[in-house]
Each structure stands twice: as structure tokens, then as C-alpha cells.
């Protein structure tokens, strides 16, 4: 699955800058294009593996590269003023190879917040290919201001991205550390999902043969129908094979064979539901979930067909729906099994629903606010002076 990438804002291009560092270390060989969008010139310096020429400053004729706060409506603004540069940079990198468009942005702060749902619009209108977002929500800690930044981006963002994938702040914060203590772990956190995602479709390595092979067509059709997705994520270390020992019987399984091989699906199968009740990148009831899609990835000795129909049959139960798609990609560049379960169009998101609450409360306090200044400053001068003009 080829993306093109676009990191919008600080954390969006962090998370970015962490995938393209990925994706290198690994020596996948998938070539993703990638963009880091920012208002503040210092952010985009801050990155470390992205290349200089695809970083864009945007909004220095309003912001001089010193970043727009937590004002997304300024953000929305930048975006839209320089929305020229940002889609001659994506044309000139070119989008044929390209299977979808992945924005990442911080929903709750300024630039990412308001620029992505600009750039998700024009993106929808003028290509083929399917636009995704992950949209990175606020901590409650982070207060008001955030969720209503966050519930005005999501909004905007729903109109035109054809999923977006949410990933919570607040569940996320790892005991004992501060919130910005955890952001680089969060980070690896997403980026792991997001880098099995993008082994979907793609050629395995020589002398591997994938049994369940998941197209990035099966990705799309997973995604499609513009809702809200949660991604969860398990793993386990791939333990060295002991099936060596087995008696040799040209036509029947040796009992002890049968049995590691039942092992070995029990394994895959209690791996897959670990992915989708564990720790899932924004917690949601799995049962409102419209369709599901499971990515099994590890060596090629420890995959399990049966294992991975096992899950299959078990997620359909789960979810709302009945579309489940399941496939493996065998890879000798890691020493663990990992599954990956896409919760798609999911409808039942509790932190969805307290933020939007918070967020109506934030607006009536800021327009009380303003109402009260406005009374206040006008007392001040109650004596009847006429102003100079
Ligand atoms: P922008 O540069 O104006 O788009 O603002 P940010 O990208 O900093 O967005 C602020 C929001 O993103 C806040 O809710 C932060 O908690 C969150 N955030 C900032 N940096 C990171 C990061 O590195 N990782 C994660 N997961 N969240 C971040």
C-alpha cells in the first residue's frame, strides 16, 4: 500500500518523520511520497528524516513562520492561502504509484488542526485515490480550547476524508509519565500500525510466499464510506521452530505435528483477538464496528492459515457488520509476530462524545466571556464622551 504521506503540523510531521525513518531501517523498499507541512519554521527544522526539499512552509505572509497557536481557524486560513504550493508540491512528486493519501495532523492545536481538513477537501475533489486521515485527539488535560479545536476539525475533516483513523492522547498517556513524556512512544505506537498498513499489497520478500495475501484494494474496500476507524495492535516474539524433531509419515500428520500446528493457530488466533480488545489507538465498543481487517505479520514459520480463519470467524461475531478480510505477509526482518486489526467505521466512540460536549461548553464560555468584556469595557467609559471619529 503506497501512501502519500503528509504530515500537517508539529505532531503530524513528528509522526511522519518517524514512519520515514521506519520505513528506512527496515529497508522495505516501499515507495511511500511524503510531505511535512508546518506554519512554524523551527518545527520543521526539528525533523530529522525528511528531506529538507520535502518540507513546506506555509502562511509566512500572515504568520512570518512563527506558527499560528492554537488558533485552528488561522490554521484553516494559511492552509487555504498557500494551498496553490501545497498542491504543486504534490503534483510535482507525482501521484500514479500512489494508492492513498494519509494526513496526519494534532486535531487539537492550530495548524494540522485547521490545515488538514483544507487540504483533505482538495485532495477529494481533484484525485481518484482515497484520502485517510489520522487524526490525533487531545488529552483531557489539555483543556477546553483543544476539544473544541478537535470536535471542529473532526467535523470538517468527516465532510471530505474517506476514513479517519482515530488515535487518542488521552488513552494513550503511559503511566507515570507526563503527556509530552509519552508522545515519542505514542509516536512508535502509531507508526508500527501504520507501517504493517502499508505492507498491505505490497511484494513480499524473495523466497516468501504470503498464503492469505490482502490487496490494498481490500484496505480501500475496508475503509470506505467516509466514517471514523480505531486500529489496534498485538504482538509476540516469534518463538524458534521445534518442529524438527517430528517422525516422518509420508501421508498422515504425526500426533505431535498436529498438535504444534494446532498450537501454532491457537497462538495466531489469541494474538488477533488481543489486537482488537487490547489497547486500540482510540477505544471504541468493537460491536458498533461496520467492517474489520486483520494483518498478520512475522516469519513465515509461524503464520497459521487456520489460525488467521480462526480470527476471522471470530472477529465477524464481534463486529456489527459481516465484511471481515484477513491476510499474512511473511517477513524474515523481524523477530515477532505482529497482528494488526482495523476496526472500521466504528459508532460507538465514548471520547468522541465527551469531547463534543466539551466543546459546546468551551464555545458558550468563550462567547459569555466576550459578552462580559464587552459590558465591562463599555462601563469603564460610562461618562457620555463622544469618541474622535
Ligand atoms: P500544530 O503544530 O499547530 O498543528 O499543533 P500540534 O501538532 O502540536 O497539535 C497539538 C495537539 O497535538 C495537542 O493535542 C498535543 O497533545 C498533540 N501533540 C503534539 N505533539 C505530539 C506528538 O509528538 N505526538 C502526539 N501523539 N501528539 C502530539
Known amino acids: 500500500m503506497r501512501f502519500f504521506a503528509i504530515g500537517f503540523g508539529q505532531a503530524g510531521s513528528k509522526i511522519l518523520d518517524l514512519f520515514v525513518d521506519n520505513e528506512k531501517q527496515r529497508g522495505a523498499g516501499i515507495k511511500h511520497n511524503v510531505l511535512a507541512i508546518n506554519s512554524a519554521r523551527t518545527d520543521l527544522l526539528g525533523l530529522r528524516h525528511i528531506d529538507h526539499k520535502d518540507r513546506i512552509l506555509i502562511g509566512q505572509t500572515l504568520v512570518k513562520g512563527h506558527g499560528v497557536g492554537t488558533d485552528n481557524k488561522l490554521g484553516a486560513k494559511v492552509a487555504q492561502e498557500d494551498i496553490e504550493t501545497i498542491l504543486s508540491a504534490i503534483d510535482e512528486r507525482g501521484t500514479h504509484d500512489v494508492d492513498a493519501f494519509l494526513i496526519i495532523a494534532g486535531l487539537g492545536g492550530g495548524t494540522g488542526s485547521g490545515g488538514a481538513p483544507v487540504l483533505a477537501r482538495y485532495l477529494s475533489e481533484m484525485y481518484a485515490e482515497p484520502v485517510y486521515a489520522v487524526g490525533i485527539l487531545p488529552a483531557p488535560e489539555e483543556g477546553k480550547l483543544y476539544s473544541l479545536n478537535a470536535a471542529r476539525s473532526m ?117 488477533v483477538r488481543r489486537a482488537a480488545l487490547g489497547r486500540l489507538s482510540v477505544p471504541c465498543n468493537i460491536r458498533s464496528a461496520e467492517r474489520a481487517l486483520v494483518l498478520v505479520a512475522g516469519p513465515p514459520e509461524h503464520l497459521d492459515r487456520k489460525g488467521i480463519e480462526k480470527a476471522k470467524l471470530w472477529l465477524e461475531d464481534q463486529i456489527a457488520g459481516v465484511e471481515v478480510r484477513a ?63
Open 155 to 271: 467535523i470538517t475533516l468527516l465532510k471530505y476524508v474517506d476514513n479517519l483513523i482515530l488515535v487518542d492522547n488521552g488513552a494513550w498517556k503511559f503511566e507515570g509519565a507526563s503527556l509530552k513524556e509519552s508522545f515519542a512512544r505514542i509516536n512508535e505506537e502509531i507508526v508500527r500500525r501504520l507501517t504493517i498498513l502499508a505492507r498491505a499489497g505490497e511484494p513480499i520478500e524473495e523466497g516468501m510466499v504470503g498464503e492469505m495475501v490482502v490487496d490494498s484494494s481490500e484496505v480501500i474496500n475496508t475503509f470506505k464510506g467516509g466514517g471514523i476507524s480505531s486500529i489496534g495492535y498485538a504482538t509476540t516474539t516469534a518463538e524458534p521452530e521445534k518442529k524438527k524433531k517430528f517422525g516422518f509419515s509420508l501421508f498422515k500428520k504425526s500426533r505431535e505435528e498436529a498438535s504444534f500446528e494446532e498450537d501454532k493457530s491457537m497462538k495466531i488466533a489469541s494474538l
Open 327 to 389: 491476510g499474512d505477509y511473511p517477513t524474515r526482518k523481524t523477530k515477532y509476530v505482529a497482528a494488526l486489526v482495523v476496526l472500521a467505521n466504528v459508532t460507538d466512540i465514548p471520547r468522541v462524545k465527551q469531547l463534543q460536549k466539551l466543546a459546546v461548553e468551551a464555545r458558550e464560555e468563550v462567547e459569555d466571556a466576550e459578552k462580559i468584556r464587552l459590558e465591562k469595557t463599555l462601563e469603564l467609559f460610562d461618562e457620555d464622551i463622544d469618541p474622535l471619529f
